[in-house]
């Protein structure tokens, strides 16, 4: 995520310098062939390719739209994750005590709470983990996004293995029996709730107090589950297919139709054709790639959600919440970058 203004210049044409040379390349030909050939018959009248620009325009704002909704929704969803984290800290405090079994010391107590947090922590890792890591077949899997995610790793130093990430809060038992899961992260909610459990067998909380701690539980499941639901469901690619087609239809007609209307005001604004061409036709092709990368929010390029910094941050508030002073230093944004 981007968190400070940035040359747009710079920006847009590290982003398309390669498409703008395709667009200049191609309305140059056209132009020197109708101009050299004095072939007229490749000039076409403005008011089709226009007809297809509009409809290409209407495309382009609904896949917008839709892209920025799967982006926020991805962020609110994790705003969710914050404060059902932050009250699950809380409630510990509030709800751990010695009061139904005075026999228990607060050292104890102090131990059960920091196993509760430490095996939140480690779902928010595991959940992070499967949303940043396991590839999915509609993502930026291209040679240069690896290696560009790789550079983004290293940066910001993100552990890639999510056993290691887990070894720092769980035993080696429990995290052996987790990565053999499906899905660790649900895994990890599982064992909170037998956790629980034995803590109510053990007096230590009443029904009401369990049941507390299970809706909360179920609200983690369904952050969760939603989170998943935008990973593992992509925009229809059907509709990003046919966007594709029209943008390349317009883009190689565009030429053919501004000769003609260029061509009106004089032989020489011709040649404006290669211009106006590359400018219409980059405009169209930077809204296309802007939606299409944000309509998939964890795929570990600089346009997602900031989830390592946010999982970071709770860390840190869970930790502190229950007074652990060995924490780790936050994830700050790096070159205008936050991951």
């Given at each position: 995520?981007?968190t400070?203004?940035?040359?747009?210049?710079?920006?847009?044409?590290?982003?398309?310098?390669?498409?703008?040379?395709?667009?200049?390349?191609?309305?140059a030909i056209?132009?020197?062939?109708?101009?050299?050939?004095?072939?007229?018959?490749?000039?076409?009248?403005?008011?089709?390719?226009?007809l297809?620009?509009?409809?290409?325009?209407?495309?382009?704002g609904?896949?917008?739209?839709?892209?920025?909704?799967?982006?926020?929704?991805?962020?609110?969803?994790?705003?969710?994750?914050?404060?059902?984290?932050?009250?699950w800290?809380?409630?510990?405090?509030?709800?751990?005590?010695?009061?139904?079994?005075?026999n228990?010391?607060?050292?104890?107590?102090?131990?059960?709470?920091?196993?509760?947090?430490?095996?939140?922590?480690?779902?928010?890792?595991?959940?992070?983990?499967?949303?940043?890591?396991?590839?999915?077949?509609?993502e930026?899997?291209?040679?240069?996004?690896?290696?560009?995610?790789?550079?983004?790793?290293?940066?910001?130093?993100?552990?890639?293995?999510?056993?290691?990430?887990l070894?720092?809060?769980?035993?080696?038992?429990?995290?052996?029996a987790?990565?053999?899961?499906?899905?660790?992260?649900?895994?990890?909610l599982?064992n909170?709730?037998?956790?629980?459990?034995?803590?109510?067998?053990?007096n230590?909380?009443?029904?009401?107090?369990?049941?507390?701690?299970?809706?909360?539980?179920?609200?983690?499941?369904?952050?969760?589950?939603?989170?998943?639901?935008?990973?593992?469901?992509?925009?229809?690619?059907?509709?990003?297919?046919?966007?594709?087609?029209?943008?390349?239809?317009?883009?190689?007609?565009?030429?053919?139709?501004?000769?003609?209307?260029?061509?009106?005001?004089?032989?020489?604004?011709?040649w404006?054709?290669?211009?106006?061409s590359?400018?219409?036709?980059?405009?169209?092709y930077?809204?296309?790639?802007?939606?299409?990368?944000?309509?998939?929010?964890?795929?570990?390029?600089?346009?997602?959600?900031?989830?390592?910094?946010?999982?970071?941050?709770?860390?840190?508030?869970?930790?502190?919440?229950?007074?652990v002073?060995?924490v780790?230093e936050?994830?700050?944004?790096k070159?205008?970058?936050?991951?």
């Amino acid at each position: 995520m981007y968190t400070e203004f940035i040359n747009p210049t710079r920006a847009a044409l590290s982003f398309s310098r390669n498409q703008i040379i395709v667009y200049v390349v191609w309305s140059a030909i056209v132009v020197c062939t109708y101009h050299f050939s004095k072939w007229e018959l490749i000039s076409i009248p403005f008011l089709p390719v226009s007809l297809i620009g509009t409809a290409l325009a209407f495309f382009l704002g609904f896949k917008s739209n839709a892209s920025y909704d799967r982006l926020y929704e991805a962020r609110k969803n994790y705003g969710s994750i914050v404060n059902d984290s932050r009250a699950w800290a809380i409630m510990l405090n509030a709800y751990i005590t010695n009061h139904a079994n005075k026999n228990i010391s607060k050292e104890e107590i102090q131990e059960i709470k920091e196993d509760l947090v430490n095996r939140h922590i480690a779902w928010m890792y595991a959940h992070k983990f499967y949303l940043r890591h396991r590839r999915q077949p509609w993502e930026r899997d291209a040679k240069y996004h690896n290696v560009f995610r790789g550079k983004l790793q290293e940066e910001f130093n993100i552990e890639t293995d999510l056993e290691q990430n887990l070894l720092r809060y769980l035993s080696q038992e429990e995290v052996s029996a987790v990565i053999r899961s499906a899905n660790p992260a649900t895994q990890l909610l599982n064992n909170q709730g037998k956790r629980l459990a034995e803590i109510r067998e053990a007096n230590l909380i009443e029904d009401f107090r369990l049941i507390e701690f299970q809706n909360q539980i179920n609200k983690l499941l369904d952050d969760q589950g939603k989170n998943e639901r935008i990973k593992n469901f992509p925009y229809p690619l059907q509709f990003s297919f046919m966007l594709r087609i029209s943008l390349r239809i317009f883009s190689f007609l565009l030429p053919f139709a501004l000769i003609t209307e260029l061509n009106k005001q004089g032989e020489n604004f011709m040649w404006l054709t290669i211009p106006f061409s590359a400018i219409i036709n980059w405009i169209f092709y930077f809204s296309e790639r802007n939606s299409e990368y944000s309509e998939n929010p964890f795929q570990g390029l600089i346009y997602d959600v900031p989830i390592t910094n946010i999982t970071r941050t709770i860390e840190i508030d869970m930790l502190q919440a229950i007074g652990v002073e060995d924490v780790p230093e936050p994830i700050l944004a790096k070159n205008g970058i936050l991951m």
